[in-house]
């Protein structure tokens, strides 16, 4: 039997419901504040992502479905299936010249991403996103905003308790002296460190901040390493950006904590980065990360314009909502004639009901047994009925039938 690959999942039945409440929730929140959809492609020429998303990062390095179409006479070019949507989102704004447009320019997403990971609860090969990106403020109010969606979205799903984390990485300038002092600072230990940090001592010294390895993290807990962690770097500038945000969320009654070693995976991050957990989710605690990144859209060939946004695993927040009640038919017509069925369902499907019969013409007492088991109602449609012009309601949570005398009646 042919399976579905490893780390994908069909979605369908009870599940999809919960889904498409998600869904329904995200859209009202991100419309309600000026956020418009967009739709890119899934996938997109590799060198997007490897410029975009960084190729020191693990995404670039071990985890894109990346290959090539045709021969060498043919279309050769490397395309990737995305493993992330803002490097996509990105370079739509700049291939439509939406940076013309007055600021702000808003978006929100929702779709699949692919990540060649190793799957487990709460990381899947395929899995879905939903997110936001904002262009053109270079204001602390959008880092606000941006922080302010994510944080209202969860509450409309019935998460109001999570947990904001928030760091600021400074400018690239700020950056670079932090890169700097902390590799100073692993130097003397750079034996000790795992297998992947020692790559990223090279390459992205910051993400070794990130590292989960039980070792590495004693490490960053050694006295003069830790100093230099928690030495404040960041220049004036950069330093009343983040403390102008903070006002924002303190007076939006945003709980928040400061974590230093949050530096989040991405090259293109700058000043603020978030990250929204729930300790429900175990090991992988992150729902949302995000953060500002006002270099991007300049290293992708546009013009100079500030951004902030995040990105939201939309499987892991599935496990922490309430599962909503699959939506019960409301009537499902129990009938020996089926052309009336049918004409009847019809009427009722115009005015917005929920409206199933049995096709197979089967016995009296085997479609209200079906009935019970997958409607609020039976719609008794039988001789008498007919002949005399009313339909009969039964109940089937009380067992009550009542004879209904209209149509109208029926819809109110
Ligand atoms: P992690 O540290 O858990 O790998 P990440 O830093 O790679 O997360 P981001 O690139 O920031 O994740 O993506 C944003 C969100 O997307 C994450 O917080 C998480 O909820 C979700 N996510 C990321 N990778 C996966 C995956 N493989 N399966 C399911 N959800 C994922
Ligand atoms: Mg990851």
Redesign the pocket.
Known sequence: MIKAQR?TKDIFGDEIYTWQWILDNAKKVFQNACFSEIKTPIFEATELFARGVGDST??VNK?MYTFSVGGADKDSSSITLR??NTAGVVRAFIEHNIFRQSPPQKFWYFGP?F?Y?R?QA????Q???I?VEMFGIKEPTADAEVILAAVNFLKSVGLGDLEVELNTLGCPKCKNDYRNSIKEALKPHLNELCDDCKMRYEKNPLRIL?C?NENCQKIFELPEIKEIIYKDYVCEECSNHFSELLGYLDSLNIKYSRNKLLV???DYYNRTVF??KSSALGS???????GRYDGLVEMLGGQATPAVG????????YTLVDKINPKKIDYYIVSTDINETMKLAQKLRDNNLVVDFDMQKRKFSKQLEKASKVAKYALILGEDEIKEGFYSVKNLETGEQVKVNSFNELIK
């Open positions: 780390g693990d995404i985890e493993p992330e991403m990540r990971e799957p709460g990381r899947q090969r899995f879905h996103q997110g990130d989960k989040r995976g991405l990250e929204i992988q605690s992150a729902v949302c990360g995000g995040f990105a939201m695993g939309v499987e892991r927040l």
